[in-house]
């Protein structure tokens, strides 16, 4: 069964910077949309970030637009979200998942178009 894996949450003061990764050990992240989410107790799950099968193809939501990079390397099938500028909203726990109905991102991010959802990384914004 796939299961992805996230990694490089952590606790930061505001201003600072994380960068997660996303592995999935025996499927290709290359192929298929894949999206960083993020959820705070009590509310949905939020689309953070995607990158489509070209690496080109990205999407970002308003709220992480001009701080946050997703990019991914085909040689070691791993994503990255590179967060900058981190303020204490972004305080969540950071989920990657697979759209395997799409190659390519779209404006809308939706949590029950993805699959193979991790355990997920905890990243906390606070002095």
């Known amino acids: 069964q796939v299961q992805f894996v996230e990694s490089g949450g952590g606790l930061v003061q505001p201003g600072g910077s994380l960068r997660l990764s996303c592995v999935a050990p025996?499927?290709?992240?290359?192929?298929?949309?894949i999206g960083w989410f993020r959820q705070v107790p009590g509310k949905e799950r939020e689309g953070v970030s995607c990158i489509g099968h070209s690496e080109s193809n990205t999407h970002y939501a308003d709220s992480v637009k001009d701080r946050f990079a997703i990019s991914k390397d085909k040689a070691t099938n791993t994503v990255f979200l590179q967060m900058d500028s981190l303020k204490p909203e972004d305080t969540a726990v950071y989920y990657c998942?697979?759209?395997?109905?799409?190659?390519?991102?779209?404006?809308?991010?939706?949590?029950?178009?993805?699959?193979?959802w991790g355990q997920g990384a905890q990243v906390t914004v606070s002095s």
């Open positions: 025996g499927f290709s992240l290359d192929y298929y949309a």
């Open positions: 998942a697979a759209n395997l109905m799409r190659s390519r991102c779209i404006g809308t991010m939706t949590a029950h178009e993805y699959s193979y």
